[in-house]
């Protein structure tokens, strides 16, 4: 699949497509992590969640001066050896960037029309993410090597405007 070829069908724009929702690192210690993004870098804690579905431990982040939407870390942690994020870790010996999300209007729309322009979209249907999202993913053999979110908040979430 040629680069040309994904713009055309796109007309090169992903329609609902907002922006960058949240950074996703993962960590074999979330306490360690949470002292240095919290103490040191000054980030504020917003939100804490596990997420049995992903069996990941999370933790969302923000400056205190940043606007409500986006700019957010997400600190990720598995929950138990079975966890994709747990292979993750072992792979690359240690923590590191894990994924990029970005928030779109409409998360089956933006899979659909992903999974036209022939990237792997991972779920048939979207699943349960943070704070009541709907989330999906793109594998990164087909995104540059970054694992690929996509987001949807729901209306009654108060990040979201
Ligand atoms: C694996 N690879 C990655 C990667 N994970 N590359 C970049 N970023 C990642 N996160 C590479 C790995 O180095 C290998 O490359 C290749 O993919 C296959 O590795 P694997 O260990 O066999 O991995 P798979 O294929 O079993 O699993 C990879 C996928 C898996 C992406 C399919 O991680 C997955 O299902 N992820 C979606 C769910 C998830 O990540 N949940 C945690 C976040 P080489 O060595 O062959 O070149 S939960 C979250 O964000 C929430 C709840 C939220 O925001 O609300
Ligand atoms: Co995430």
Do not use: W
């Not at 010996?93 to 659909?112: C, F, I, N």
């Amino acid at each position: 699949m040629s680069m040309s070829r994904m713009s055309s069908d796109l007309g090169n724009v992903l329609p609902g497509l907002l922006g960058i929702d949240h950074v996703g690192v993962a960590v074999a210690d979330l306490e360690t992590a949470i002292s240095f993004y919290r103490d040191v870098l000054g980030l504020q804690v917003l939100h804490r969640e596990d997420n049995l579905d992903q069996q990941v431990t999370e933790v969302m982040l923000a400056s205190r001066d940043a606007a409500p939407v986006g700019n957010q870390l997400q600190l990720i942690m598995p929950l138990t050896d079975n966890s994709v994020l747990q292979r993750f870790l072992v792979r690359r010996g240690g923590g590191g960037l894990h994924h990029v999300a970005y928030a779109v209007s409409d998360v089956r729309s933006a899979s659909k029309i992903l999974r036209q322009c022939g990237v792997r979209v991972l779920y048939d249907a979207p699943r349960a993410g943070t704070r009541g999202s709907q989330i999906n993913f793109v594998h990164p053999k087909d995104t540059g090597g970054v694992l690929l979110e996509l987001v949807e908040h729901t209306a009654a979430d108060p990040h979201n405007g």
